[in-house]
């Protein structure tokens, strides 16, 4: 035993570390790491403001389509239906149609004309006076679609559905984004 412990103490204590080379392989790893973080970084911080306008776009698309359908469901009658226009007959908390005021909560809604219109770029909201089609000011209230087909009918003579669609364009994907939803005419019972 002493002999072992002896040549231990004659050996000196043993010297650890890492070569030159050895560091320069690993420094060259971590510049290489380093790059390829900075560059994912970098691509995240360039797609963001898109990525935010997009979310953007899709959540007031849901409002307004959340809109419409709510309008949709308040109404009598349908009374002219193209893929690219509605206009119905609806209960509206105004004070008159077109008019801006809201009335008291004790006071009835009253029954307007609404006229939504869209192309290829927006859909406009006209607001008057039931069974009146002109006059009114237009309100753009969507921007940013890229087909004007929006609405559709069911059934085909009288309509008391109307399915709503909006496509949005998708310039780094493959489709289209796409949101829909419909309602029906819950007040229609009474035209009859």
């Known amino acids: 035993m002493r002999r072992l412990r002896s040549r ?4 000196g204590p043993a010297e650890e570390g890492f070569t030159l080379v050895e560091l320069l392989v690993a420094s060259a790893m971590g510049v290489v790491v380093l790059g390829a973080i900075g560059t994912m970084v970098l691509g995240a911080m360039r797609s963001q403001p898109e990525v935010s306008k997009r979310a953007q776009n899709i959540s007031t698309a849901r409002w307004i389509l959340e809109r ?92 008391t559905f109307i399915g709503i669609t909006l496509h949005f364009p998708n310039p780094s994907g493959p489709a289209d984004l796409t949101i829909s939803d419909g309602a029906s005419l819950r007040n229609s019972i009474l035209e009859s």
Request: aromatic share 8%.
């Open 8 to 11: 231990l103490v004659a050996a």
């Open 68 to 159: 419409m359908t709510r309008e949709i469901r308040n109404g009598v009658a349908v009374d002219q239906a193209t893929p690219t226009s509605v206009s119905f007959r609806t209960y509206l908390r105004r004070t008159s149609c077109g008019g801006a005021g809201t009335p008291a909560a004790t006071v009835p809604a009253i029954e307007c004309q609404v006229t939504y219109t869209c192309t290829t770029a927006s859909c406009k909201r006209k607001e008057t006076g039931p069974g009146v089609f002109t006059g009114g000011s237009e309100t753009a209230i969507f921007s940013g679609i890229d087909d004007s087909k929006v609405f559709t009918y069911s059934p085909a003579g009288e309509p």
